[in-house]
């Protein structure tokens, strides 16, 4: 069973689903308007997608960016179909930090990340899914402490591999990359303990070129 890996103490406590960032409908509505393509390389999340130029990053102008700022696992379900209409090539999944901060019980992560695949599978079935690891968080920030739970982080990502192995689907181990000695996210490549610096999102994209996951199969 894929939940006797999560955390034992996973949230208890009452969290909104229908919860969604104040300009999820205005960039969805955007997203829609956009050109979609079977050559497309979807990149799908929340903030930390969001805030730099993947086209950039890894000098590919196929990318499309699908992150927006505080969604989360519900949200992504929400406007998956958007995400892959076009029936992309690729789509890199990494969601679930701000679920994570809303108390949306672990089990509830893991069987929404199950959803998106069932749904990618069904509807866009040349389409190959790649899901990232969480990355961890640094509570000695003191700024996003809602955020800073690293043991949902761990029992989220080890649930994932098995559900990775399970479907058939790749996995993109990002957690390994950006921890320090102490299960923290190293202080160098944050600025509040969640988000990123240049530095982070430059580890990052090297990570996927080196594994050749953007690569055509």
């Given at each position: 069973?894929?939940?006797?890996?999560?955390?034992?103490?996973?949230?208890?406590?009452?969290?909104?689903?229908?919860?969604?960032?104040?300009?999820?409908?205005?960039?969805?509505?955007?997203?829609?308007?956009?050109?979609?393509?079977?050559?497309?390389?979807?990149?799908?999340?929340?903030?930390?997608?969001?805030?730099?130029?993947?086209?950039?990053?890894?000098?590919?102008?196929?990318?499309?960016?699908?992150?927006?700022?505080?969604?989360?696992?519900?949200?992504?379900?929400?406007?998956?179909?958007?995400?892959?209409?076009?029936?992309?090539?690729?789509?890199?999944?990494?969601i679930g930090?701000?679920?994570?901060?809303k108390n949306?019980?672990?089990?509830?992560?893991?069987?929404?990340?199950?959803?998106?695949?069932?749904?990618?599978?069904?509807?866009?079935?040349?389409?190959?899914?790649?899901?990232?690891?969480?990355?961890?968080?640094?509570?000695?920030?003191?700024?996003?402490?809602?955020?800073?739970?690293?043991?949902?982080?761990?029992?989220?990502?080890?649930?994932?591999?098995?559900?990775?192995?399970?479907?058939?689907?790749?996995?993109?181990?990002?957690?390994?990359?950006?921890?320090?000695?102490?299960?923290?996210?190293?202080?160098?490549?944050?600025?509040?303990?969640?988000?990123?610096?240049?530095?982070?999102?430059?580890?990052?994209?090297?990570?996927?070129?080196?594994?050749?996951?953007?690569?055509?199969?």
């Amino acid at each position: 069973m894929l939940t006797d890996t999560l955390s034992a103490n996973a949230q208890k406590l009452a969290y909104d689903s229908t919860s969604r960032p104040d300009l999820y409908k205005s960039q969805v509505d955007q997203f829609l308007s956009f050109k979609h393509s079977t050559n497309d390389i979807v990149f799908m999340g929340n903030s930390l997608t969001h805030w730099t130029n993947w086209n950039e990053q890894l000098r590919m102008d196929n990318i499309k960016n699908r992150g927006i700022p505080g969604d989360i696992t519900f949200g992504v379900l929400e406007r998956l179909d958007e995400a892959i209409m076009g029936h992309p090539q690729k789509i890199f999944i990494l969601i679930g930090i701000n679920d994570i901060a809303k108390n949306i019980p672990d089990e509830v992560i893991l069987n929404n990340y199950q959803r998106m695949i069932s749904i990618i599978k069904r509807k866009s079935p040349t389409t190959k899914i790649y899901f990232q690891t969480l990355l961890p968080t640094n509570d000695t920030f003191k700024k996003l402490t809602n955020h800073y739970k690293n043991d949902h982080v761990i029992a989220i990502n080890a649930a994932l591999k098995l559900l990775a192995n399970k479907e058939k689907i790749t996995l993109i181990d990002l957690y390994s990359a950006f921890v320090d000695q102490e299960g923290k996210l190293k202080a160098n490549l944050s600025y509040d303990g969640v988000h990123l610096t240049g530095e982070g999102y430059a580890i990052w994209a090297s990570i996927l070129i080196k594994g050749k996951y953007l690569t055509k199969n």
